[in-house]
């Protein structure tokens, strides 16, 4: 094994950054409905999801192979290019956790290396069928499939559970049910999302020589790549939980359990399969349809348009910026160097702008996304009630001069 050289080490180390973010990201993913629903204290759920995300990044290498064999030309990659891709990706990540917008770690780091690829080797390096079949592809279906499958469940544990609804020992089950689906998510987190940063270190190790090409993640590169996942995750994205959790729909506990059951199951099909899968897609998808399939249920469509567009923009976006980066470093040492100030000033900027409105576990349930113009419109044309409610409501409203009042007027 050759020794580290100074570049090789600062990409190992803004990875495992990556991988900090994408912890702190993706909690929401795990935890969000189980906190909005009173399951467990928001401290609680977020050691538990940490805990888990580290046990699941010993479980698979497949999702990191895929990134560091499949996706880009390995002979074509150097390791400034693997800098200036987590560079994009990084700075997205924060940009979304700081409008508190549940986009993709994933997609960002994907649309980094395809970013900084591009601009280092042309466009003949990516390779388009996996990142087609493997990235786009999964990322359209992953919403709709959770979606469907929590919709679906919701209707049918209302529908089996409506003797017991309201008694004390079915909301005990239904929240035990959603503390263990939510531990299936954070375990399906830890074996996909954590094996990306695995991946793309391992690809930097290939890139600068320490490891022959097709080798799979040395055992210190998982370590490390599981403990800054969980540690990330523990601090939790008290930001991207609240969207998650009361932006998008109120979750009761039989919704909650579907919700994390059915992506939970959508994550782990996906890692065994090697696909780069979203979880947020899977969660957020999920989430939605839990709120549709609860009759009287409500999804919040501006907070979503707001979550599709950021998803829309996070590949091109996360691109641009590595692509910016790599043509930096292309300059030598100095270039770099410059890069690196950037990252570490602007992610100083961004986290000062969020001392501005703090977001943690003692307030994180405590406001509510206001109502959007879909759902303000639904309430404008809503029929006005009939009977007694109606009649009361007549009384209150002043007749026009020179028109008996209402209740004169039925006389």
Do not use: C
Not at 55 to 73: M, Q, R
Not at 81 to 92: D, P, R, S, Y
Not at 129 to 138: A, E, R, Y
Not at 326 to 351: D, K
Request: charged share 10%; proline share 5%; no cysteine.
């Amino acid at each position: 094994m050759e020794s580290f050289s100074l570049i090789l080490a600062i990409v190992v180390v803004t990875a495992l950054a990556f991988d900090f973010t994408n912890g702190f990201h993706d909690t929401a993913n795990a935890m969000a409905t189980t906190i909005s629903t009173g399951a467990l204290k928001p401290k609680v759920a977020v050691a538990m999801s940490a805990t888990l995300n580290l046990v699941g990044a010993f479980l698979s290498v497949e999702v990191a192979n895929t990134i560091s064999k499949g996706l880009v030309d390995e002979t074509g990659i150097r390791p400034e290019v693997i800098f200036a891709a987590l560079v994009g990706a990084i700075l997205w990540n924060l940009v979304t956790w700081l409008v508190g917008l549940p986009s993709s770690s994933s997609h960002a780091l994907m649309g980094g290396l395809i970013g900084a690829t591009i601009a280092s080797a042309g466009v003949g390096a990516v390779h388009g069928d996996v990142l087609v079949t493997k990235v786009l592809i999964p990322a359209i279906a992953a919403p709709l499939v959770a979606g469907i499958a929590a919709m679906l469940a919701t209707k049918l544990m209302y529908s089996l559970g409506k003797k017991a609804e309201g008694s004390k020992s079915s909301e005990k089950g239904y929240r035990a049910g959603q503390i263990a689906s939510a531990g299936l998510v954070s375990l399906a987190h830890g074996t996909n999302d954590a094996q990306k940063t695995m991946g793309i270190i391992t690809l930097a190790l290939v890139a600068g020589g320490t490891l022959a090409p097709d080798s799979d993640p040395p055992m210190w590169v998982i370590l490390s790549a599981g403990l800054a996942i969980a540690l990330g995750t523990y601090l939790g994205g008290w930001r991207i939980i609240r969207t998650m959790g009361k932006g998008l729909t109120d979750l009761q506990p039989q919704q909650g359990f579907a919700a994390q059951t059915s992506a939970a199951t959508v994550i782990l099909a996906s890692s065994h399969l090697g696909f780069s899968l979203s979880t947020t897609h899977s969660v957020s998808g999920s989430v939605m349809g839990a709120g549709l399939g609860r009759k009287g249920g409500v999804v919040r469509w501006s907070t979503a348009t707001r979550m599709f567009v950021a998803w829309g923009l996070t590949l091109p976006a996360a691109a641009l910026v590595a692509a910016i980066a790599e043509w930096v470093t292309g300059f030598g040492s100095w270039g770099t160097g410059l890069v690196a100030v950037f990252l570490v000033a602007s992610s100083a900027a961004i986290w000062k702008i969020s001392r501005r409105e703090v977001v943690d576990h003692t307030n994180v349930n405590g406001t509510e996304e206001p109502a959007g113009v879909v759902t303000t419109a639904m309430a404008a044309v809503t029929p006005p009630p009939t009977g007694p409610v109606a009649e009361d409501l007549a009384a209150t409203i002043p007749a026009p001069a020179g028109e008996p009042a209402p209740s004169q007027a039925t006389v």
